[in-house]
């Protein structure tokens, strides 16, 4: 079973390098053209499914991969992106997030989640895949942080390797599950 996985096209706070998190932002022209050009990427890798983050970034992306090809699509709210509390919005720079993004068991102040609990949500999330739809080829629309984790879940990374760990609008990685 191939399991394909690529964050979402550009979107509008990926221009301002602005932290997006679960607030819901829109493409951009070159993210709508960027999910264009994974829809040809993918057209020989034999996709039976996709399943998209319920965030407008990650299932307009994903929409455009179904629609060409007719693929069932499929929402997972598993797949939004972590939320980063107060840092929603903010620079991707910004000290207090670069330091607290290192802290793994610690929770984003003013509701935000820890990494430790996102990789319990996405971790569930591949092992439901695996049981619910074994020989069938996978591609998960997502975002960065949820990239990282599943990611994590696939290949040993140090801390400092996760910490650093980015992945390019609409760049794919595959894993076999």
């Known amino acids: 079973m ?39 990427r993918v057209k020989d890798y034999h996709i039976d499914l996709i399943i998209s983050s319920p965030l407008q970034r990650a299932f307009e992306t994903a929409r455009t991969v179904a629609n060409r090809y007719r693929i069932p699509l499929q929402i997972d709210e598993r797949l ?19 330091a607290n993004k290192r802290q793994f068991a610690y929770r ?27 020989g069938k080829n996978v ?11 599943i990611r994590s879940y696939f290949t040993d990374m140090t801390n400092d390797e996760f910490f650093h760990y980015y992945k390019e609008n609409c760049q794919i990685e595959e894993y076999e599950l």
């Open 139 to 149: 591609l998960v629309v997502c975002h960065g942080g949820v990239c990282r984790v």
């Open 2 to 40: 191939k399991f394909y996985v690529t964050r979402h096209g550009e979107a509008v706070w990926n221009v301002d390098n602005k932290i997006c998190g679960r607030t819901d932002v829109e493409l951009t022209e070159k993210g709508y053209a960027q999910a264009e050009e994974l829809a040809e």
């Open 80 to 98: 939004i992106e972590q939320n980063y509390g107060i840092y929603e919005g903010k620079d991707r720079q910004d000290e207090g997030f670069l």
């Open 108 to 134: 984003y102040p003013e509701g935000g989640e820890s990494m430790m609990q996102m990789a319990y949500r996405v971790y569930g999330f591949i092992e439901d895949v695996k049981k619910n739809y074994p």
